[in-house]
């Protein structure tokens, strides 16, 4: 039998051995090479979860920064647009007070010059009743001293009243 075992090459004793290497084999495999490489997958599967969930919170983290930014951009041109608007609120109010003043310093040059110009009219007008008294006088001291006829006195008052145009003219 030896002999027909030998012929075929399997033995009882040869297939326990195998049998048992294989069993020793996957036990040593097993502690020092099926878990450590578990172990390496494991780690490898938690370090991968970690950065996918890092990289879910930078995402997140980053949408929330756009969504501020996008907020303060807003928040900015409202700032912007008011102070634009304020500018030109404060110019149209400085426009109306320049305008407003030009017209009062116009309305004062305009009083001012017709008070001048009264003032002109006045002094004319006593320029002319000193003269308008002096050819008085002096007409009166004419008919004094000598008499006057009619058609002299004529003369004397037509003369007398040209002199005044004249000098009404004249001023």
Do not use: C
């Given at each position: 039998?030896?002999?027909g075992e030998?012929?075929?090459?399997?033995?009882g004793?040869?297939i326990?051995?195998?049998l048992?290497?294989?069993?020793?084999l996957?036990?040593?495999?097993r502690?020092?090479a099926w878990?450590?490489?578990?172990n390496?997958?494991k780690?490898?599967e938690?370090h991968?979860?970690?950065?996918?969930?890092?990289?879910?919170?930078?995402?997140?983290?980053?949408?929330?920064?756009?969504?501020?930014?996008?907020e303060?951009?807003?928040?900015?041109?409202?700032?912007?647009?008011?102070?634009?608007?304020?500018?030109?609120?404060?110019?149209?109010e400085?426009?109306?007070?320049?305008v407003?003043?030009?017209?009062?310093?116009a309305?004062?040059?305009?009083?001012?010059?017709k008070?001048e110009?009264?003032?002109?009219?006045?002094?004319?007008?006593?320029?002319?009743?000193?003269?308008?008294?002096?050819?008085?006088?002096?007409?009166?001291?004419?008919?004094?001293?000598?008499?006057?006829?009619?058609?002299d006195q004529?003369?004397?008052?037509e003369a007398?009243?040209?002199?005044?145009?004249?000098?009404?003219?004249?001023?």
């Amino acid at each position: 039998m030896v002999l027909g075992e030998a012929a075929h090459g399997i033995s009882g004793g040869t297939i326990i051995y195998q049998l048992l290497m294989f069993i020793i084999l996957l036990a040593l495999l097993r502690k020092f090479a099926w878990q450590p490489l578990m172990n390496i997958m494991k780690q490898r599967e938690e370090h991968i979860a970690n950065e996918i969930d890092q990289a879910e919170k930078r995402r997140q983290e980053a949408e929330k920064l756009l969504e501020e930014q996008r907020e303060l951009m807003k928040q900015s041109r409202q700032e912007a647009q008011a102070l634009i608007e304020n500018a030109r609120k404060l110019a149209e109010e400085q426009k109306e007070q320049i305008v407003a003043s030009a017209r009062a310093e116009a309305e004062r040059v305009k009083e001012a010059a017709k008070k001048e110009i009264e003032r002109e009219k006045e002094q004319a007008m006593a320029a002319l009743r000193e003269q308008v008294a002096s050819l008085s006088v002096l007409i009166a001291s004419k008919v004094i001293e000598k008499e006057l006829t009619e058609q002299d006195q004529r003369k004397l008052i037509e003369a007398y009243i040209k002199d005044v145009q004249e000098a009404g003219g004249a001023r």
